[in-house]
């Protein structure tokens, strides 16, 4: 079955305290996203990977690091937790053909993540 | 720089109404893609439709139809025959080529609720 998935689902870790959200597709998509969701915010992208070893910020990267060093996944690391990266974060794929996105993202179920 | 808008925060309906969710861009890349998301309550997102910047044609799909207007710069969504199972929160995104390629940018959302 074509998924992502994210561990944790759920988290509540306390400021500072080093964690990692993970993130695996199986679908050999070239394209990876994480997204957090905040209420009347929307969804803002934190990172994207175009492929393997390529990564860029998106509009909210502070706070955050990712790596793409395979394929299928792409873990995002926040070093030092605060309360204002208290959120759902949301991992996605898709199939990136050249200069095209295909768009359809592939989300993760979602973790939600508290940082007191 | 790249905006989506969508105006309508929530919008309630009864059963059986038609109802329309607007989304308003702005990007000066000629060519973009634009897509809409549904968010139902149990919180995965699911793609609902794509739509490159050089086909206005208007898409229909069962209950659902968009309609694409470059002179408006809008990509709204209606819902025929509104059902409950149609409550959600509703994402218009968009991603462009060009300077901000791989990047993809949502509304706010609409929340729906649509009562029995």
């Known amino acids: 079955e074509a998924q992502v998935t994210q561990n944790p689902r759920y988290l509540i870790t306390v400021t500072g305290k080093k964690l990692t959200v993970t993130c695996s597709q199986n679908?050999?998509?070239?394209?990876m996203s994480w997204y957090r969701q905040d209420p009347g915010l929307g969804l803002r992208q934190i990172y994207y990977?175009?492929?393997?070893?390529?990564?860029d910020k998106g509009d909210v990267p502070e706070g955050y690091k990712v790596s793409r060093k395979e394929k299928r996944n792409f873990p995002l690391i926040l070093e030092s937790p605060s309360p204002n990266q208290t959120s759902l974060y949301f991992c996605?794929?898709?199939?990136?053909?050249?200069?095209?996105?295909?768009?359809?993202?592939?989300f993760g179920e979602g973790s939600r993540l508290t940082v007191l | 720089a790249q905006k989506v808008t969508q105006a309508q925060t929530e919008i309630s309906v009864v059963e059986k109404e038609d109802v329309t969710l607007d989304c308003v861009y702005e990007t000066r890349d000629t060519t973009y893609y634009l897509f809409w998301y549904k968010q139902p309550p149990s919180g995965e997102l699911v793609f609902l439709i794509r739509r490159n910047s050089f086909d206005e044609q208007n898409e229909i799909s069962g209950r659902y139809s968009w309609n694409f207007q470059k002179s408006t710069s809008s990509f709204n969504f209606t819902i025929t025959a509104s059902q409950v199972v149609d409550s959600a929160v509703y994402f218009c995104?968009?991603?462009?080529?060009?300077?901000?390629?791989?990047?993809?940018?949502f509304g706010r959302g609409t929340q729906l609720t649509v009562w029995p």
């Open positions: 990977s175009m492929n393997v070893e390529v990564t």
């Open positions: 996605a794929s898709s199939r990136y053909a050249g200069t095209e996105n295909t768009g359809e993202l592939f």
């Open positions: 995104a968009l991603s462009a080529w060009g300077s901000t390629l791989g990047r993809l940018y």
């Open positions: 679908m050999n998509h070239e394209y």
